[in-house]
């Protein structure tokens, strides 16, 4: 498609408006994110979903499936069918919960450790896409404000319901 100047100078202009929109511009990196993790994951048999679910387990060890999805901020069921999943699939293992007989309490199998490690592995110069382009300070400011904004959106949507 050719542009003519004016037309070139018009849609520059409307970039320039939308890229004016922060939570448009937040929301834009976070899917470009999702899609280099997705890419990073081709061929391993694990979804992005399943590999945040075996970081989550693996940082706590042992986790219900209500806190899982409300850390992950995704809904109970959909964290259900996953974890139901990966149990089929050696991933995971249950435990009855001693402080909630109704609740159950997912853990990483053996298999499951040595399938994130790997996976892991393949991860590992993921953070330096954020953090070579940024100070020790401006990192700090962005920790700050991401941790604001988080509370202030949780709040919020508790309040909500």
Same mark, same amino acid.
């Given at each position: ?16 408006? =939308? ?8 929301? !834009? /990196?976070? &899917? @470009? $994110? ?56 050696? =991933? ?8 909630? !007989? /109704?609740? &159950? @309490? $997912? ?55």
């Amino acid at each position: 498609m050719n542009f003519s100047t004016q037309q070139l100078r018009d849609q520059m202009q409307k970039l320039s408006q =939308l890229n004016g929109h922060l939570t448009y511009r937040i929301t !834009k /990196l976070s &899917k @470009l $994110l999702e899609a280099e993790a997705i890419l990073r994951l081709k061929g391993t048999g694990v979804n992005l979903t399943s590999y945040r679910i075996m970081l989550v387990v693996s940082i706590f060890e042992e986790i219900t499936v209500s806190d899982l999805a409300r850390l992950m901020v995704i809904d109970r069921a959909q964290v259900s069918r996953l974890a139901t999943e990966m149990t089929k699939q050696g =991933l995971l293992t249950s435990k009855a919960d001693k402080s909630n !007989k /109704l609740k &159950k @309490l $997912l853990m990483l199998t053996e298999e499951g450790h040595a399938r994130y490690g790997e996976l892991r592995e393949a991860f590992q110069d993921r953070a330096e896409l954020i953090t070579q382009h940024a100070t020790e300070e401006e990192l700090e400011v962005l920790w700050g404000i991401i941790e604001r904004v988080n509370h202030s959106l949780s709040d919020r949507l508790e309040g909500a319901h």
